[in-house]
C-alpha cells in the first residue's frame, strides 16, 4: 500500500472517530427530555424579567421542551369526537379549534382554515392600534372624549355590559379602552373609532398578515389561525413594546364574558382572553372566544369558533373544549 494511501486511511479512521463522537454527545446534549407527569420542569420562569407576568419576550427565541406527540394527537382526538358528537345533534353546526403551548411551540388546529365572522373579536386590534399610536405619544390615552350621543353603526348586544357608558359623561380613551374590552362595550367602540384614522386600525392586521376587513369582505372571513396571531404577538412582545403588550394582556384578563373559555376553569387562573358573537341574517349565531390560560409555568393559546342555532349550546361547546384542553394540561403538569 502506498504511502499516500496509507494516510488517506488514517485520517478517515480519525474522522470517523470523531463524527460518532460528536453524534452521540451531541444528541445527549442537545436532544430535548420529556418530562414526567409529576415535574413541570419550568423553562418559562426564567425567561420573565422587570416585573412583567403576563408576556415572555425572549421564550420565542428558546426551543423549550419536547411535548408528546401522542398527548397531543389524544388531545385533538378527543376534541374532534366532542365535536362531532355536538354537530351530530345539532347543537352546532361548525366548530374551530387552535391550540398552541406557548413554552415550546407545539400546536395543533381542528377545521383552523374554516372562515367566521369575527365580530367584537376585532376590538382587539382597535386597542392595538391606539397602544402603538401612544409607544410614540403617551398623551393618546389621556384624550377626553364626550359621550353625549349614541355614535352611528352601534350592534346590539346579545350579551351586554354590565355596566354601560353614562349619557352625558366624558371619558378617557383608555378608559374607553378598557370598557371595549372588558365589557365588549359596542358604543365604547364606536366611539374609539371615530376618534382615530381607521387606517391605523388596519396597519395592525395588515402587518401581521392577516385578513383586513373592507366593505366588500363577507361576513365569514376570519379563522382561528390568523386570530390567534393577535394573542401570540402580544405574548412575545413582538408587535407592542413590553410595557404595552402587559397592559394589553392585563386589560384582556379582566373581561367580564364567562359563558366560554373560563367557565369551568378555576376561578383563581388568569386567563386573558376576548369573546365575539354575531347574529346572521340567516338565523344562525356565532359565538368565539379566544384567549391565554395562564396554566402555573405552562401558558397556552386556544381560540375556539363556533356556529349554530343556539347561543347557550355555542358556550357550552367553548365550555367543554377549553376544559377538556385544561384537563390535560392538570394531569400532565400537576
Known sequence: ????????????????????AIGYFGNNYFSPQTPSNNSTQDTSSEFHSGGYSLINPLYECNTGESYGQR??????????????QIKANNSVTAVSVYFRDLNNGPWFGINEHDDFAPSSLLKLPVMMAYFKAA??????LTKQIAYTQDPVGVIPENFPPK?????????????????????SDNVALRLLEDNIDNAKIDQVTLDLGITTATDT????????????????????STYLNKDYSEKALDILSKAEFTQGLTQLLPRDLTVAHKFGERDLPDGTHQLHDCGIVYYPKRPYLVCIMTKGPDFGDLSTSIEQISSKIYSVFSSRYH
Not at 479512521?13 to 460518532?20: P, S
Request: net charge negative.
Open 71 to 84: 398527548e397531543l394527537s389524544s388531545l385533538k382526538d378527543n376534541i374532534n369526537t366532542y365535536i362531532n
Open 135 to 140: 409607544q410614540s405619544d403617551p398623551t393618546v
Open 217 to 236: 369582505t363577507p361576513d365569514d372571513f376570519m379563522d382561528v389561525s390568523e386570530y390567534s396571531t393577535l394573542f401570540r404577538v402580544l405574548y412575545y
Open 163 to 183: 355596566h354601560p357608558l353614562e349619557k352625558g359623561q366624558t371619558y378617557t380613551v383608555e378608559q374607553l379602552i378598557e370598557q371595549m374590552i372588558i365589557a
Open 1 to 20: 500500500m502506498s504511502m499516500f494511501k496509507s494516510k488517506w486511511l488514517y485520517l478517515c479512521l480519525i474522522f470517523l472517530i470523531a463524527g460518532i
